[in-house]
């Protein structure tokens, strides 16, 4: 499994961005698909996740630092993760990367140990 996250870039306060990973080798509409984040001298965090729960059915989760301004969302038949950043502040400046686990059984997805494949991660600079 490889993931290839791209759309980070340079926006000012109040902007939007939206990141893109596209999963490619062995993918499924069952895998369970996070975005992390790391700011510089922090530590690598939660940012969304999205979950295979049903037929076409899915559930969305967030860091609360983020709920109500980013979506995370999925195209099955492009292979590809989306999260939308909408109202994005200095604070949210980071490398995002997003992450997949084939087969989510339980545990907390909030944590990066549980994620088995990795992207290398887009920049995303937002200014004052």
């Known amino acids: 499994v490889q993931l290839q996250a791209s759309g980070g870039g340079l926006v000012q306060a109040g902007g939007s961005l939206r990141l893109s990973c596209v999963v490619s080798g062995r993918t499924s509409s069952r895998f369970l698909m996070g975005w992390f984040r790391r700011a510089p001298g922090k530590e690598r965090e939660f940012v969304a996740a999205i979950k295979w729960v049903g037929t076409n059915t899915y559930y969305a989760d967030y860091a609360d630092s983020v709920k109500g301004r980013f979506t995370i969302s999925r195209d099955n038949a492009r292979n590809t993760v989306y999260l939308q950043m909408n109202s994005l502040k200095p604070e949210d400046t980071a490398v995002y990367y997003c992450?997949?686990?084939?087969?989510?059984?339980?545990?907390?997805?909030?944590?990066?140990?549980?994620?088995?494949?990795w992207g290398r991660g887009t920049l995303v600079t937002v200014s004052s």
């Open positions: 992450a997949a686990i084939a087969e989510y059984t339980s545990g907390s997805y909030y944590s990066d140990h549980l994620y088995e494949y």
